[in-house]
């Protein structure tokens, strides 16, 4: 039981990292953050920037972590990015582009991972005027608050983890068990059925038939109060 609504009750981790093989996959976790919900100008128009630059900045971040993970010979985990995003503080008090404390780490990423991803998304906040790069990580903050919290976090930590090869070649029910009226879960489900399609379907395309070794059913009973 993947428990999203009682995290303690759960008795298995989903953590979105752990299905992360490259920038692209990087970029796609960002946006899932952030969400589909355009933001807008004072007059009601719609000004993707924003939204945009926040994909941006968090992938990038996102990509520090992974790498900092690759350079100890580890693979990254979630909890490996909330630590560098919980740390980021910002420099708005100065003229010219905005200054943060982990632009050393970006430095660094380049030193030991020359044209990575990392710090050429990072120039979204880096390279932008105090105020600007301000506004981007509010809709940052917005996004990784609405996500995360400390429940959230112990079931990304259990022991148990999540395999789609798993469920694409034994017999086995894995629950998903959120709640209709709890929104803080619904982007967090929402992630687990991406990374479920996506990888089932990837697993299904390496064998010699194209096919699962054995079928997958989904039963979603009340899916669209579930994830967004």
């Known amino acids: 039981d993947l428990n999203l609504a009682n995290p303690q009750e759960g008795n298995i981790a989903y953590d979105p990292m752990d299905f992360v093989e490259n920038d692209k996959d990087i970029v796609q976790l960002a946006s899932t953050i952030v969400g589909g919900e355009v933001s807008r100008t004072k007059e009601g128009d719609k000004d993707p920037y924003w939204n945009e630059s926040a994909i941006s900045g968090l992938a990038a971040i996102l990509n520090l972590a992974v790498l900092g993970q690759r350079k100890e010979g580890k693979k990254a985990q979630f909890k490996d990015f909330y630590k560098l995003y919980t740390k980021l503080e910002l420099d708005t008090g100065r003229e010219g582009n905005c200054c943060t404390n982990l632009d050393a780490g970006f430095d660094w990423a ?99 038939s194209r096919e699962l070794p054995v079928p997958v059913h989904l039963v979603c009973d009340d899916f669209a109060c579930g994830s967004i």
Not at 131 to 146: E, F, G, L, Q, W
Not at 162 to 172: A, D, I
Request: glycine residues 4%.
């Open 110 to 208: 380049d030193k030991y991972f020359p044209g990575n991803q990392a710090s050429r998304m990072w120039k979204t906040i880096r390279g932008n005027a105090p105020r600007t790069a301000a506004c981007i990580y509010s809709v940052m903050n917005n996004a990784v608050d609405k996500l995360m919290n400390q429940e959230l976090l112990e079931v990304m930590e259990m022991e148990k983890r999540v395999s789609f090869e798993t469920l694409g070649h034994k017999k086995v029910v894995l629950f998903v068990t959120t709640s209709p009226v709890n929104k803080s879960q619904q982007k967090l489900a929402t992630m687990f059925f991406a990374d479920a399609f996506r990888a089932l379907y990837e697993y299904a395309e390496k064998q010699p």
